[in-house]
């Protein structure tokens, strides 16, 4: 509960809850919608993610979310975790699930702090999986993370699902799905706009019609929230999810006051689509007084991104649709909870 309080107080104040970390930007697939394994930073050592995380926890960053590339490539993960959770920080995990087993997974089980721990899976059909992450292991990582679940900490599992044209009319077999094994589900719109880490232009097919089927079956997800179905995330980001495929603005972007982004190097940026502002390692300190001046000098870069519909990420428009409607995050994550069981 009081991690939950320190959330909201810091969404109502106006400052971080949120930062993403690539760990290592290194992958074992090679996604058609991702160019995260095309860029140059380098691995920090634990001594640097030590000083970096410090700098967030001082920064008072109540949530780090670790992923990729994939996050298991780095052999001392559980180090890095441990980290996390001596200053005070909660986590989470995204994984493709290729080298996680559950030898692995139980190597984590003494962390309390992990929020979910979420497979990417972009599709049940083997075909459409492996045309889109260029690996034909889906039955393999989707039983091996449903198997090595018992064995790992005490938290939230889910699956984590790009949604595009390749898989729009899966919605229900992923919520049978996630029904029958006790998963939540995340489902992010894949990006449309031109540049960037995510994006859409190896997919075919994103016409006018397949964005309109898609705003669709966002706001399916939607009142499959309100009816109390196992989506993780805040039922507002569903209708903005929605208004994304269409092409609608979707209002202020929190980037810098709301959530931030470090690089594998430890360089720090108001987002993952956007070039950092510091890097981490070269300074001693960081203080909310100086992400307010960064926020003010960067104002007209953050919002031209906006309207250039460069993303509608669950790190970006999810924690700004908490911010907006604080009372049915409360209501949606403790009836999710209660349902998951936090095995």
């Known amino acids: 509960m009081l991690a939950e309080a320190?959330?909201?107080?810091?969404?109502?104040?106006?400052?971080?809850?949120?930062?993403?970390?690539?760990?290592?930007?290194?992958?074992?697939?090679?996604?058609?919608?991702?160019?995260?394994?095309?860029l140059p930073h380098r691995?920090?050592?634990?001594?640097?993610?030590?000083?970096?995380?410090?700098?967030l926890a001082r920064l008072g960053v109540p949530v780090v979310g670790i992923t990729g590339g994939e996050p298991l490539l780095r052999q001392d993960l559980d180090s890095?975790?441990?980290?996390?959770?001596?200053?005070?920080?909660?986590?989470?995990?995204?994984?493709?699930?290729?080298?996680?087993?559950?030898?692995?997974?139980?190597?984590?089980?003494?962390?309390?702090?992990?929020?979910?721990?979420?497979?990417?899976?972009?599709?049940?059909?083997?075909?459409?999986?492996?045309?889109v992450r260029g690996k034909k292991v889906l039955p393999a990582a989707l039983a091996g993370f449903l198997a090595a679940i018992p064995a790992g900490p005490r938290t939230v599992y889910k699956l984590n699902v790009v949604l595009g044209p390749h898989n729009v009319e899966e919605l229900d077999g992923f919520m049978e799905l996630a029904q029958a094994t006790g998963l939540a589900l995340s489902f992010i719109p894949v990006n449309v706009a031109p540049g960037g880490l995510h994006r859409a232009e190896k997919l075919d097919g994103l016409d006018r019609a397949a964005r309109e089927q898609l705003?669709?079956?966002?706001?399916?997800?939607?009142?499959?929230?309100?009816?109390?179905?196992?989506?993780?995330?805040?039922?507002?980001?569903?209708?903005?999810?929605?208004?994304?495929?269409?092409?609608?603005?979707?209002?202020?972007?929190?980037?810098?006051?709301?959530?931030?982004?470090?690089?594998?190097?430890?360089?720090?940026?108001?987002?993952?689509?956007?070039?950092?502002?510091?890097?981490l390692l070269e300074l001693d300190d960081f203080s909310i007084s100086d992400l307010k001046n960064v926020c003010e000098e960067w104002g007209p870069r953050i919002d031209a991104c906006r309207r250039g519909a460069a993303c509608c990420y669950t790190c970006s428009y999810n924690v700004t649709a908490t911010a907006r409607n604080i009372p049915a995050y409360i209501w949606d994550y403790f009836r999710l909870k209660a349902l998951s069981g936090r095995r």
Not at 43 to 55: Q, R, S, Y
Not at 88 to 117: C, P, Q, W, Y
């Open 6 to 38: 320190r959330i909201i107080y810091r969404l109502l104040a106006g400052k971080p809850v949120f930062a993403g970390h690539n760990v290592t930007n290194r992958c074992t697939m090679r996604c058609r919608f991702c160019r995260v394994t095309q």
């Open 43 to 55: 691995d920090m050592d634990l001594a640097e993610v030590k000083h970096v995380m410090g700098i």
């Open 80 to 131: 890095v975790l441990e980290v996390i959770a001596r200053l005070g920080m909660k986590s989470t995990i995204v994984t493709n699930g290729e080298l996680l087993t559950a030898d692995r997974l139980a190597s984590l089980r003494r962390f309390n702090n992990i929020v979910h721990f979420a497979l990417s899976v972009d599709s049940l059909d083997l075909e459409t999986y492996s045309s």
């Open 215 to 279: 705003a669709a079956a966002f706001r399916k997800l939607y009142r499959w929230k309100l009816d109390g179905k196992p989506l993780w995330d805040h039922r507002d980001y569903y209708l903005l999810a929605s208004r994304y495929m269409l092409g609608e603005d979707l209002g202020e972007c929190m980037a810098g006051r709301l959530f931030l982004d470090v690089r594998s190097d430890g360089k720090l940026a108001v987002c993952n689509e956007m070039e950092h502002f510091a890097d």
